[in-house]
């Protein structure tokens, strides 16, 4: 009997396994995941090794499993095949990064005082656009950790962006002609129109409420019970607003009913907190919507006490109250804010979280 | 391969500081004299006995974590008896927090016919309010309380049943004056079949007629009220008092200053205790001041007011009865078998119940009936409606009339064969004869687009619309709602887009 096992299987079965050489050349390729999955997975540890003395990476170097997701399996296949097929130099044979890397122009330029002055125009534009000093290198609003990585770790690539972007606009410039038989522009055709269609139905924080107030998955009657809280806010008189506890943003009290969902928002936010406790009580700051979130488990479950007779009333009448400073949801966020702001000085003992 | 220990197990056999975990507790076992294995010391100390109740494993005893539930609040007390009955009925009709929108005309007589307000909101005459409220026009969920003062849309089905009231009114002298128009709505849910009714009685209070409403067709058959077997009649019919008395109490709240100003014209051997002075105001209290005489009250006012002349000795105080306007809401309901029983135990028919019955009888003689012309409107109902095949049947064979298909036609529809189709409906719904108008189906449809476009600036204009209304946003709008269907476009104009940003919180 002939072995079933060809030799053609078993080669490509072997290419397979064949570290990719692309590995340092671009970001996105297929070499990252495999890469990257040596960092994440649990390291397989032998008990007669010796100890590993590896220096642990600093958060800012740190790989998250969820920032760096495996490609699509069209996006490999699209990757493999440009750097097989498209990227050939002229005698054919795919080309290797090393060769197709050289140095960048704004490289040249930084040691070239001649050539600075003569650089295409849109080059020149590009520099006078950002004079430096003119704005804060950092944001002093909170933000979310995981947008500051990206940008720490990637200086690099917004030099290079940029560059490509100037480079995109001269060719655009350059090679842009009427097709043939037009006078004027191409017609837009409905299916190329970026219209509104993709839009949520709901606001953000109006479907994060939703959700919140749902019980036993009845997404529904939560949606029914959001439209009458609204209806409410937008019957019931406006606000008599404490000047103690004034809600955050959003236009004067008066106007407030007219726009329901605008009301929700300030109430919410007004109550979101911005330092989080944890055990060892270091604060540090909630997402939007984790504020969002934890406002909106305070409003509920002081709601909880409340006597009407429908959950839908229970709710809007607290939310209500929140709005004029009556509840006893601005006290539990004072509290909460104390801690916060006593547990600031636990904030060098620890080393950053995550 | 790999070991059946597991690493930890092993890493336990290894000498540690404190072999704990193989060595039994001191308490179980006592130390034996003789050496251990171990040739190191044996440190552990001894564990601290507890004073009292030994500790002692119990068998069948769960192992797992144990925690408290959550406890429920307990509320005081519950909601108090129909409060919350109270607030799924309650009818609101304004919203102080809406805007006034400049401009906004009232329904009146000169504007229900006025074809250039076509497509326009037109509110309800604050002193009519009460009225309505009283014949129960305004139903719950309808969505007037959000606006600042209730309102209604021009429509062309209201142009043209505004133009019908001014012919039957007979202003100077229309060839229709004293004309019965008799009219079955239909049309999908939510394309305002209710508000039309709602229209129509409003146009009949400002024209001074006799508006009479059932504001829910189900309310007599379902047996929520009393109802006694008329004596004397073959078949047995059944009257339902307390029903009708409540209808008498809507129709003297509602069209009290008719009503007081119309004097007893006719002799009532039933209601001895009615004076000839007296009005038709104090014939209809009597009715429900004692339910007992509710149903001859009931009738002996139907009389009065379509009695063309008074009998012989009473033309003194005689004055021509004004039309009137009967409405009836949720009319399939009165298709079918009702919930009471008879004596012995078979279902009563909806049509076997008298006062329903009354209401019916004016589709096949409407004319001959209110002699002093009027308008009979009875809708359907496409919430909380009841499926019945032979309504479905009368109403098809209805509407191919209309298109002018001769009932001998093979083309006209009839109930299949062994489908159990209800004689009575069927014959309910038979073309009328003799001098009889006949009477009609008209299916509501959507709003055209201008119109559409008129209701959707009302939203905007009461502040309830943050957005800019143009012809691409109503056509889209339009589109959604199924072509302009009314109900569904006031959901999305009630629809909250707002711009709200999110406020940044600094720490």
Known sequence: MPPTTTLLTATRAAALFRPPFAASYTQRSVALPLRSRKHAGPIQKRWNSSPVHKKPLSPDEQKF????????VNEEASAMDRILQKEKTCDGQPSSPELEQGSPVEDILKRDKEGLKHMPKVMQDQLKKKPA?????????????????????????ISAAVLADMIKQVNDEANYQLPEGLKFDMPMLPSEKKTLNFRKRYDSMQDQFTKMLMQDGKLARAQKNMSIILDHLRTSSPPNINPRRPLMGGPPA????????????????????AGGGTAVQIPHPLTLRQRRRAAIKWILDASEK????????????????????????????????????????NLGLAPRRR | ??????????????????????????????RVASASFHSSAVQYANPTKKKGALVTQKYRQGQTLRRKKKKTTERARPPAVGERKALRKRIVLSNPNALEVEGMQDLSAETMVDSRLRGSVLGLPLPMLDQLRAVQAFKPKQGWSIFRRPGTVLRRDTLEMGRLFEKISGEGSAPEKGKVVKKILTGLKGSGKTVHLLQAMAMGFLKKWVV????????????????TPLEGTS????????????????????NRAVLSSLRVSQTHKALPGLKPSSTLEDLAKLGFQDVAIAWPAFQALWTELTATAAAPGMEKDFVPRPPMVVTVDGLAHWMKESAYRASDYSPIHAHDLVFVKHFLSLLQNGQASLKNGGMVLYATSTSNNPAIYTFEVALEQLAARQAGISPSSPDYPSPEAYSGADERVLELFKPTTGKEPQFELQTL????RDEARGYMEYFARSGLLREEVNETWVGEKWSLSGGGIIGELEKLGRHVRSTAQPVPVSV
């Open chain 1, 65 to 72: 499993p969820t920032q760096d997701q495996l490609p699509h």
């Open chain 1, 306 to 345: 409340r006597r009407d007779a429908q959950l839908a009333n229970r709710v809007a009448n607290e939310l209500v109250a929140v709005a004029e400073g009556r509840s006893g949801v601005w006290d539990r966020r004072d509290q909460q804010h104390k801690i916060g702001i006593s547990g600031r000085a």
């Open chain 2, 212 to 227: 009479i409403s059932v504001p829910d067709a189900r309310e007599l058959v379902s047996g929520e009220t009393s109802y």
């Open chain 1, 254 to 273: 008066p106007q407030l009913p007219l726009d329901p969902v605008r009301y929700l928002t300030c109430i919410i936010d007004s109550k979101g907190i």
């Open chain 2, 1 to 30: 391969m790999a070991s059946s220990w597991c690493w930890s197990c092993l890493s336990r056999l290894r000498v540690t500081p404190t072999p704990r975990a193989i060595l039994p507790p001191q308490s179980i076992t006592p």
């Open chain 2, 445 to 448: 449809g959507g709003l055209t």
């Open chain 2, 235 to 254: 078949p047995l019919q059944y009257v339902q008092p307390n029903a009708v008395s409540a209808l008498l109490t809507r129709t003297v709240e509602a």
């Open chain 1, 133 to 157: 000093g003119s704005s804060r290198s950092f944001s002093t609003s909170s933000r979310s950790r995981q947008q500051d990585m990206e940008t720490i770790g990637s200086q690099d690539d």
